[in-house]
């Protein structure tokens, strides 16, 4: 019986390290190489240093590129110290020297961090410290305020010109007006409002100043009062006028700096003013602004909550009156008692909004008569004022004010109003004397008053007075009452109510109006750290996500397009898995328009996998993939587009996202999982401890894309005393097959970059152990310390399936190559020792072959099964292996009976 003659074989296979070899008919070993589109196989491309030297040799954990507004790319590496360093030279370049500054101190026992991009800000998480934000250069303010009153300018300014719109657009047309701008003094100034913190603002000047004068600037300090920025320098000064040219404020940042409340919106504050008015033309057609590295503050979203509920004390009474946040009747609170309006809130705040609506705290109301006001001395009853003009109640006067009548011949007294209606004010017998339709003038003055303030801190109530502001003139119209921030106040059941809140109280040192009611909505902030360390971020439509060490399964679902704001209607917490596990989450993947979201596996349950969907924060609901994946930690996934399927081979459409968990590699299409590394299946296999990925390790593994190669690379830590990624595996996603790499350098995580020059816009770039960035992909040789040359080899098993083969010819073909040899090696029957080692050049023997053709002998008549291992290691050589064949010493009849 004969059957294939002779045996053509394409390498097109791959690596296999838990079959035997004699039961295999394919490849077994590929290593080092890499599958070309269209067939064949090239190896791989080297590796080469970013930075000629280093301060501090040790493991890189994390690897990521961060392009801001601006456009800049900058290169971030994590080093195992916890420190964050920025190349010095966005790739390709080369740096002569240590890769670059320190971008983040160094901190103990994080892991490898998780990094994502909103709106053009850096948010990062190495689960050791809180979140951390970064703007970059070139970041859109989030507003821009002209204001220019004519009295002392409030906390919460009501009045400005906004202009933000006209700055964060490219129109040079649409400007920001600072025509004429005065001095502080004066009560003028611009504000600049910024979603995170900032260290300068640069402004494009349209119409330029040309008036001798400097600028100064403010920024919002955690004691409730402006503070002078420090460090500064103003950029757009010219001969001696400020605003005279573009350029950049610039500041140090302060560490008292909180977020601020102006003009409708809550971040951060910076007012600038100017030291003499400045020319009648003045505009900013665009400004943009620059930060450092910062934690991450869960920012105010700027809509006042209203008060859970209110009570109100009366002496008098001796009893509470209890309200909602709204309608609160405060009237006839008296002057000096002990009568208070207490009201308790969910968050604790720095302000409080009092609403007067149409029955504020009557203060002042005065009316002068033109010969229409008469006193009635009304006898035994009552007497009374009149007016022919019946506006009485719509003047502000009511029941109980002391009313100052002057301007009279017999009635310049001060009486007290016991009934008030349209056109009468009635007051006690015997108190008035007759006069009829005089110009008198009546006056009610209560100015000038004042409330106390007061928090609950546990054991008992704390005042609090410095550097408070009302702006209600004590609720006779509405306004803000801002204070710092209380840091002793304690949250409460007060007197009764089932709310366990924050709880305030004030009261009025003259006595309220009769009709006076109010409701209170108010400015609450948050401290982030009530969260723990920050473990893991990610972004998904629009929205900023966290994953805290405090809570591990819950995670924190941002406002749309506010990168620090984690709180209001737009805000949710949402719990992961569905068994309450508090399986820790340690990675978010944007997975078509869903969030895919990783938790540890632990137990001998495991871990999670679990799909959100939704559209905004009402809608949110999810799905699980798996109750029993996870995985190892966050720099262990990659997501790929155009994946080959059974049912979807062209892979026109296919996403997957492939991962490592501690059972394996696998893929997944957000419905289910499928595992990939059974061929590499030793590397999970817990009962060989020699190959085995090593428990406590987890946070040394890696996964990424290869975009050049199309492939998965992977660096597994192994066997029973590595501390870093000790094999590197690789999975050709095109033919769905593995592959091994022997690396000159032990990387240990990899990322995709942009390049900033040449012709590849992507370039792959790995962090080592030895504390040097890396460069893949790129020359002949590993290159380090010293020069390696990639040692690329592939080994073909042959099986006779039960027929003897009778081959006494190998042929190979390999594309020409200008310089270098190929070097094949053989071993029958199962035997792992190999003989009949020949040298053949790659290089052509007639000009312009675009491939080279070399016959090797193969010294065994007749065998059941043939390892053919192809290898070299040869510098120079770039090897590209298209197919080879069998022959027998005729040609034919390769396998016989």
Same mark, same amino acid.
């Given at each position: 019986m004969i059957k294939n003659t002779?045996?053509? #074989?394409?390498? !097109?296979?791959? &690596?296999?390290?838990?079959?035997?070899?004699?039961? %295999?008919?394919?490849?077994?070993? @590929?290593?080092?190489?890499?599958?070309?589109?269209?067939?064949?196989?090239?190896?791989?491309?080297?590796?080469?240093?970013?930075?000629?030297?280093?301060?501090?040799?040790?493991?890189?954990?994390?690897?990521?590129?961060?392009?801001?507004?601006?456009?800049?790319?900058?290169?971030?590496?994590?080093?195992?110290?916890?420190?964050?360093?920025?190349?010095?030279?966005?790739?390709?370049?080369?740096?002569?020297?240590?890769?670059?500054?320190?971008?983040?101190?160094? #901190?103990?026992? !994080?892991?490898? &961090?998780?990094?994502?991009?909103?709106?053009?800000? %850096?948010?990062?998480?190495?689960? @050791?410290?809180?979140?951390?934000?970064?703007?970059g250069a070139s970041q859109l303010v989030k507003g821009f305020h002209v204001y220019k009153g004519t009295a002392a300018i409030p906390v919460i300014p009501e009045i400005g010109e906004d202009y933000t719109n006209e700055v964060t657009d490219s129109s040079t047309s649409r400007v920001a007006v600072l025509n004429s701008l005065n001095t502080l003094a004066n009560y003028n100034f611009f504000l600049v409002i910024t979603e995170l913190p900032a260290n300068s603002i640069t402004l494009t000047m349209v119409n330029a100043n040309g008036t001798a004068a400097t600028l100064a600037g403010q920024y919002w300090k955690s004691d409730g009062t402006w503070a002078e920025m420090s460090g500064s320098t103003d950029g757009t000064v010219l001969a001696g006028a400020t605003l005279g040219q573009s350029g950049a404020i610039a500041w140090t940042h302060p560490s008292d700096e909180i977020p601020h409340y102006q003009f409708g919106r809550s971040g951060y504050c910076y007012r600038f003013n100017v030291s003499a008015a400045i020319d009648s033309t003045v505009s900013v057609s665009q400004a943009v602004y620059t930060g450092a590295w910062n934690a991450l503050v869960n920012v105010w979203d700027g809509t006042p909550a209203p008060a859970i509920e209110a009570q109100v004390y009366r002496v008098n009474n001796l009893k509470y009156e209890k309200y909602g946040g709204s309608s609160i009747n405060i009237s006839d609170l008296f002057d000096g008692s002990g009568d208070y309006v207490h009201f308790t809130t969910f968050d604790n705040i720095c302000g409080f909004y009092i609403d007067t609506g149409n029955t504020p705290n009557i203060i002042k109301a005065a009316i002068t008569g033109s010969s229409d006001i008469s006193f009635v001395d009304g006898g035994t009853g009552d007497d009374y004022i009149t007016w022919q003009q019946a506006r009485f109640q719509s003047e502000g006067f009511e029941e109980g004010q002391s009313i100052v009548i002057t301007n009279t011949t017999s009635n310049n007294i001060t009486v007290k109003a016991k009934q008030?209606?349209?056109?009468?004010?009635?007051?006690?017998?015997?108190?008035?004397?007759?006069?009829?339709?005089?110009?008198?003038?009546?006056?009610?003055?209560?100015?000038?008053?004042?409330?106390?303030?007061?928090?609950?801190?546990?054991a008992g109530w704390t005042a609090i007075s410095t550097n408070l502001s009302d702006d209600t003139a004590t609720a006779s119209k509405s306004g803000w009452v801002t204070f710092p921030r209380p840091t002793t106040a304690q949250m409460t059941q007060f007197n009764g109510s089932p709310a366990f809140a924050y709880c305030f109280r004030f009261k009025f040192n003259k006595t309220t109006s009769r009709n006076a009611v109010i409701s209170i909505m108010t400015m609450p902030f948050f401290d982030i750290t009530d969260w723990g360390n920050g473990y893991c971020n990610g972004t998904w439509r629009g929205r900023p996500i966290l994953a805290q060490d405090k809570y591990p399964q819950w995670i924190e679902i941002g406002t749309s397009y506010r990168m620090n704001c984690f709180n209001g209607l737009d805000y949710k917490p949402f719990e992961v898995g569905d068994d309450g596990r508090d399986n820790r989450v340690l990675a978010f993947v944007n997975f078509f328009q869903d969030l895919m979201v990783f938790q540890e596996e632990k137990g001998i349950e495991g871990g999670c996998i679990t799909i959100i969907q939704g559209y905004d924060t009402q809608s949110i609901e999810k799905s699980i993939i798996s109750n029993s994946l996870g995985i190892v930690n966050s720099k262990a996934y990659a997501v790929v587009d155009g994946v080959p399927t059974p049912k979807n081979p062209k892979a026109s459409h296919a996403k997957m996202v492939f991962f490592i968990s501690r059972e394996g590699v696998y893929m997944t299409d957000g419905?289910?999982?499928?595992?990939?590394?059974?061929?590499?299946?030793?590397?999970?296999?817990?009962?060989?401890?020699?190959?085995?990925?090593?428990?406590?390790?987890?946070?040394?593994?890696?996964?990424?894309?290869?975009k050049l190669h199309k492939s998965i690379r992977i660096g597994l830590c192994t066997g029973t005393s590595a501390t870093v990624a000790n094999v590197w595996l690789v999975y050709h996603i095109d033919t769905g097959t593995w592959g091994t790499d022997t690396l000159g350098q032990a990387i240990t995580c990899m990322a995709n970059v942009?390049?900033?020059?040449?012709?590849?816009?992507?370039?792959?770039?790995?962090?080592?152990?030895?504390?040097?960035?890396?460069?893949?992909?790129?020359?002949?040789?590993?290159?380090?310390?010293?020069?390696?040359?990639?040692?690329?080899?592939?080994?073909?098993?042959i099986d006779g399936e039960g027929h003897k083969i009778d081959a006494r010819t190998l042929q190979l073909r390999c594309k020409a190559q200008s310089a270098g040899s190929i070097t094949p090696s053989l071993a029958f029957n199962g035997n792992t020792t190999y003989q009949d080692e020949t040298v053949r050049s790659m290089t052509v023997v007639t000009a312009n072959d675009t491939y080279r053709v070399n016959d090797f002998p193969i010294n065994r008549k007749l065998t059941d099964h043939i390892s053919i291992k192809l290898s070299h290691n040869t510098a120079g050589e770039e090897v590209y292996l298209l197919d080879m064949a069998l022959l027998d010493a005729e040609g034919k009849n390769v396998f016989k009976n």
């Open positions: 002779p045996k053509r #074989i394409q390498f !097109t296979g791959g &690596a296999n390290k838990v079959t035997e070899r004699a039961l %295999l008919n394919g490849l077994s070993d @590929k290593n080092n190489f890499r599958n070309k589109i269209g067939g064949g196989i090239i190896s791989r491309g080297g590796q080469a240093r970013h930075h000629t030297a280093t301060d501090l040799a040790q493991e890189i954990y994390n690897l990521f590129q961060y392009i801001d507004k601006g456009g800049n790319k900058k290169l971030y590496a994590q080093r195992a110290d916890g420190s964050v360093h920025l190349a010095t030279d966005s790739p390709p370049a080369t740096t002569t020297g240590n890769f670059g500054a320190e971008a983040l101190a160094a #901190i103990a026992d !994080t892991k490898a &961090a998780s990094a994502s991009i909103l709106d053009g800000n %850096l948010l990062y998480s190495d689960g @050791k410290r809180g979140h951390y934000a970064y703007p008030v209606t349209s056109n009468k004010i009635y007051v006690n017998s015997g108190t008035l004397t007759a006069e009829t339709n005089v110009s008198a003038t009546l006056t009610y003055d209560n100015t000038g008053g004042t409330f106390t303030l007061e928090v609950w801190t546990g419905q289910g999982v499928m595992r990939i590394s059974d061929p590499m299946g030793l590397y999970f296999d817990t009962t060989d401890t020699a190959s085995c990925i090593r428990r406590g390790c987890e946070d040394k593994h890696w996964l990424n894309y290869d942009e390049s900033a020059s040449g012709n590849l816009p992507v370039l792959q770039y790995g962090g080592a152990s030895d504390g040097f960035i890396y460069r893949l992909n790129t020359g002949i040789n590993d290159v380090g310390a010293v020069s390696i040359a990639v040692n690329a080899y592939v080994t073909v098993e």
